[in-house]
């Protein structure tokens, strides 16, 4: 009716066409998270001129970049699951607890295997499946209580949250065994033509859960889900099904992490695998531009909020700095990320500047 | 044409307003006056910038330019909250007080008297009951606000708004969803005002209200000015004129009088007997054919959106079965309702309706997509075809399709909830209030779609406040009261006059 107009004029010069052009980029979420990571590596390079070396050693490639997404693996993994789920306006406080509890079971049953068990289900390829499963069945856990008996997914994944390390010591028996298996130890430590396995791994998952989503019309549901889970029930949506998905998602995700972790220290410590992992994922998917309230979710975005907190720590470590004060600093640099991707606070910072511009003309 | 304001000094003057969001110039160059003890109302089609207007003037937005003078003083509105301190109090359009709260608290909340650093909840209520007596409004002021209806909820609110010592009262869209009693009811709440020297900005869709209480009119189109008259000197062609830019064009096809005849051989899609659900409706029975669109009138509270809810599974009944195609059907939850091919157009757009995040393109697609199914997602092209196709037919002012559904006028929210089900292509069609917020113009296209809707053979279910929009497009018409269906009208008898006999009485 009346949006005649309103278009922006076509017949641009092609300088206003750059301009719009810069513009257009400099309000997208990638530019904003892109050029953290950027200034990021940096001054983790002016820290240590030699932060980008990378050498073959052993046909293994080594350097900080290599140990960077190494490390980065099982948080990446953690953020694909944990951003679908705060899409749909929940959370998932468990998934550390889920790591401890899947890496216990896999390291479990593989030192039965160790000892000469012959059963099927001890096979180091089916301790592999049955891990995944039970980290999927602890998804179902939190989706019944969220989806069916509304609990609040806060407080429902803090059941688990809880409850889920004692589950692990009661599958260890309060131990943290070891255990020399290759095939499970290769999730954590492998490495395939120079380059760590668990690297294979999360970018494996990255894609297939993007593929999934983005070319099915599960990103949509889940996305319409988080923004109103009643008018999309009025619409016809399973509302339920999709939040137990994604929870189910992010156990499973949970679970691979878990058994990285297992595989690198060759062990399953139910007390400190995994610990506090939630909390960086949470953060990953904030920095990623995922809102807590639901709704747009960035899966790229997110796994490149990993690697800015990954990037951050690998500069502390070879940075002179008391290791007391890394906490801090990490709080400090995470402000930071979150103040420049802010439109809000890049307007208000600006506005000065802006000001003067105009003054001028 | 423009009408001399008096000699003193407007109470509100605003001038060069202007207001532009990426894509759209929401507002340009508006010179707008209000007067003390005036009731100003601005009308304009849907997306005209009525709401914006008003949230420049309290500070929702920031204008990009312009002046706003309040008693000739130059103002500049930072939040809403600094412009009720400035005196310029607004009742938004939708309500936005604290449901769970009570009458009371929600008059005051943020600013309770307090004793000894306490909230003196006494004194609360005292205050509150005065407040809303002086209005001859006499309720529990300690309930929750929740337990009164819609106009009791606009009446609070604009209480509170009053109450702080407001010298100018605005009210976006406050009658849409309020029935004849109710509108009397505000319209009396704010001759009381007028007559205390309080300036009024109205906004409303409904043309016998604008003159039922306007003293001056402002037309807006495409964001600009297109006039200003006293009410007395501006004749309702005129209005629609101006509000349009062109005139309404009257629809040809008179109504049937041969409706029921018409449909009689054709085949009923839905029935439904003896449906009940305890303490929310007592039994009814319902029938309805392909082809057929059935109206449901009755008083805002009567079980009209209740009805609409237990037929489409959001709530589910005690009593009763219903068959579809002659089959019985057991409904649980819209899902299963829309796998039979049923479609609700709720009322409540904002919490039921839209999806505020998500783009027009998106929103349009959702129910054809949840029925398709998880893994057989509609291709970006047909996605594209559709949203525009349905922009195109309803005249959805957006200035493309991925415009986030929020950043549209009320308006054009409903019509996307309604291409929504049409590009589901359901056999049954469920409207509750499919016109309100709606402009005239707007309100003639979709009258014509229901319309047309039917004469494809779709069965339909509309529930209206409007009698005469229910009298113009019913071929049946089922009549509740208190929770309870009272009769049904066929034929020659429905007219607006016995819609309301049976509203009213026995
Ligand atoms: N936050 C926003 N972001 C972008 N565009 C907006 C925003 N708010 C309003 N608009 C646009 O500005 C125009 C005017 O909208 P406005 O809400 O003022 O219309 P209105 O006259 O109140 O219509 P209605 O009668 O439907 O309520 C519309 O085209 C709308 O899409
Ligand atoms: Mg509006």
Redesign the pocket.
């Known amino acids: 009716m009346n949006v005649e107009g309103q278009q922006a004029n076509p017949a641009k010069s092609g300088l206003e066409g750059i301009k719009t052009l810069a513009i257009s980029v400099s309000s997208s979420r990638l530019f904003w998270t892109g050029l953290a990571l950027f200034i990021i590596l940096l001054v983790d390079l002016m820290i240590s001129p030699n932060f980008f070396e990378i050498r073959l050693v052993n046909d293994r490639l080594v350097g900080s970049i290599v140990n960077i997404l190494d490390n980065s693996a099982p948080y990446a993994l953690l953020a694909i699951g944990m951003t679908l789920v705060i899409a749909t306006k929940g959370i998932d406080l468990s998934v550390g607890a889920v790591m401890a509890i899947c890496a216990a079971v896999a390291v479990t049953l593989i030192k039965q295997y160790e000892a000469g068990a012959t059963e099927f289900y001890y096979q180091p390829g089916f301790v592999i499946l049955i891990t995944i499963g039970v980290g999927a069945i602890c998804g179902l856990w939190n989706g019944i209580l969220i989806a069916f008996l509304n609990l609040q997914p806060i407080i429902a994944t803090l059941i688990l949250m809880v409850a889920g390390r004692g589950v692990a010591q009661l599958i260890t028996n309060g131990q943290s065994p070891t255990f020399t298996n290759d095939t499970l130890a290769f999730i954590g430590r492998g490495v395939v033509w120079g380059v760590p396995f668990p690297i294979y791994i999360a970018f494996v998952v990255l894609i297939f859960v993007t593929l999934l989503v983005r070319r099915t019309a599960l990103g949509l549901l889940i996305e319409s889900v988080g923004v109103n889970d009643r008018a999309s029930y009025y619409a016809g949506i399973q509302a339920n099904a999709i939040k137990v998905f994604v929870y189910v998602l992010s156990g499973v995700c949970a679970a691979i992490a878990g058994m990285i972790v297992a595989g690198e220290v060759k062990s399953a410590d139910p007390h400190k695998a995994g610990l506090f992992s939630e909390l960086d994922a949470i953060l990953a998917v904030v920095i990623g531009g995922t809102s807590l309230l639901g709704g747009r979710f960035y899966l790229f975005l997110s796994v490149m909020g990993v690697l800015i907190i990954q990037s951050m720590l690998a500069g502390l470590y070879v940075s002179t700095l008391h290791p007391t004060t890394n906490l801090v600093v990490k709080a400090v640099v995470v402000l930071a990320v979150l103040l420049l991707q802010s439109p809000e606070f890049r307007r208000f910072i600006s506005q000065p500047f802006g000001k003067l511009s105009r003054r001028r003309r | 044409m423009t009408t001399n304001p008096q000699q003193m000094t407007p109470l509100l003057e605003v001038k060069g307003l202007t207001k532009t969001?990426p894509s759209?110039v929401?507002l340009s160059e508006v010179d707008f006056t209000l007067l003390a003890g005036d009731v100003h109302v601005l009308v304009?089609e849907?997306?005209?910038?009525?709401?914006?207007l008003i949230k420049l003037i309290t500070g929702v937005h920031r204008k990009d330019a312009g002046t706003i003078l309040l008693e000739g003083k130059e103002i500049d509105p930072r939040s809403p909250r600094h412009a009720q301190e400035l005196g310029i109090s607004t009742v938004y359009?939708e309500v936005n007080l604290i449901p769970t709260l009570s009458v009371a608290e929600n008059i005051f909340l943020g600013r309770q008297p307090l004793r000894w650093g306490m909230i003196n909840m006494r004194a609360v209520e005292r205050q509150a009951k005065q407040l809303l007596k002086d209005f001859n409004v006499d309720i529990d002021v300690t309930r929750n606000l929740s337990s009164y209806s819609v106009a009791i909820q606009q009446i609070v609110a604009i209480v509170r708004g009053v109450s702080l010592s407001a010298k100018v009262l605005i009210l976006d869209e406050p009658t849409s969803s309020l029935d004849h009693h109710e509108v009397e009811m505000l319209f009396s709440v704010i001759r009381s005002l007028q007559a205390r020297g309080i300036g009024i900005i109205l906004i409303t869709?409904f043309l016998d209200q604008v003159y039922a209480i306007a003293t001056r009119i402002t037309v807006?189109r495409n964001g600009k000015k297109i006039g200003e008259h006293l009410v007395s000197e501006l004749p309702r062609v005129q209005l629609i004129t101006e509000m349009l830019g062109k005139e309404l064009t009257k629809d040809s096809d008179e109504q049937d009088e041969n409706a029921i005849s018409k449909h009689a051989n054709s085949e009923t899609f839905l029935k439904v007997n003896g449906f009940a659900r305890k303490g929310t409706i007592e039994p009814f029975d319902l029938e309805i054919r392909r082809g057929e669109i059935v109206g449901l009138a009755g008083l805002l509270g009567s079980g009209r959106t209740e009805v609409a809810h237990l037929i489409f599974g959001v709530e589910q009944n005690d009593k009763g079965e219903a068959y579809v195609n002659g089959k019985p059907v057991n409904i649980k939850s819209p899902r299963q309702a829309i796998r039979h091919g049923f479609a609700l157009c709720p009322e409540d757009r904002k919490i039921e309706g839209i999806i505020g995040d998500l783009s027009v393109r998106e929103n349009i697609i959702l129910a054809l997509q949840a029925k398709m199914g998880w893994f057989n997602y509609l291709s970006r092209q047909k996605q594209n075809e559709f949203a525009n196709q349905m922009i195109k037919a309803l005249s959805i002012?957006?200035p493309n399709a991925e415009k986030p559904v929020k950043?549209?006028?009320?308006?054009?929210q409903q019509k996307v909830i309604l291409a929504r089900w049409l590009i589901a292509n359901p056999d049954f069609l469920i409207l509750d209030e499919p016109t309100r917020?709606i402009?005239v113009g707007a309100h003639a296209e979709i009258i014509q779609i229901i319309k047309r809707l039917a004469n494809e053979g779709k069965a339909m279910l509309i529930i209206s406040s409007e009698l005469a929009e229910v009298v113009e497009y019913s071929d049946r018409v089922m009549i509740l009261r208190d929770r309870k269906k009272v009769r049904e009208l066929e034929g020659n008898d429905i007219n607006e006059n016995t819609i309301m006999k049976a509203i009213a009485t026995d």
């Open positions: 969001f759209t929401a304009g849907n997306g005209a910038g009525k709401s914006t359009q869709h807006l002012a957006t950043e549209l006028s009320g308006g054009n917020g402009d």
